[in-house]
């Protein structure tokens, strides 16, 4: 499975959840997330998130949760075409680094609103995405970085614009 096939799963989950809180049809999500350039990957993004970053928490929490239980049984899969792939690595240790990436990287649980008060008056901590984040995904780990970079910055409220890296040659590191 290359990084195509794992941004489709991840994009299948977003339309899925999504779908559920505001039936709109969104026209990116038969898409097959490849662009003609930067700008319009950009604006698909952008369009996105437009809709994306109003979902509640909880809508968030059940898109990563959803990764996580789709993503979990094909691991070793992601690992041996990561590996086939690039040429670097080897497979038990990219199973790791995937499963490492799957479990380990905080959802929404470190979204929460702080209120601190005292003399001067109150301070209130909301968290709030930020927007179309880009993302370069290494030859090194390309399975891992999309995987922790989707949980972590759709938990966030934001959308994601992946941009792979193929510029290393095996014959360069084989």
Not at 29 to 43: K, P, R, Y
């Amino acid at each position: 499975m290359d990084s195509n096939e794992l941004e489709s799963i991840v994009r299948n989950i977003l339309s899925e959840k999504l779908a559920q809180n505001a039936p709109v049809e969104s026209p990116a999500a038969t898409e097959n997330a490849l662009f003609e350039s930067v700008d319009s990957a950009i604006q698909a993004a952008s369009s996105a998130f437009q809709r994306f970053h109003k979902s509640p928490l909880k809508t968030r929490s059940a898109i990563i949760t959803a990764i996580r239980k789709e993503l979990a049984p094909i691991i070793p899969k992601l690992a041996a075409d990561a590996v086939a792939e690039s040429g670097m690595g080897n497979t038990e240790h990219k199973i790791l680094k995937n499963q490492a990436a799957l479990n380990n990287t905080p959802g929404i649980e470190d979204l929460t609103t702080q209120a601190l008060t005292g003399d001067d008056g109150m301070v209130l901590y909301e968290y709030s995405p930020y927007g179309v984040i880009g993302s370069i995904t290494p030859s090194t780990n390309p399975t891992e970085t999309i995987i922790n970079n989707s949980i972590s910055m759709l938990a966030a409220g934001n959308t994601v614009y992946f941009s792979l890296t193929q510029e290393l040659s095996s014959s360069r590191y084989g």
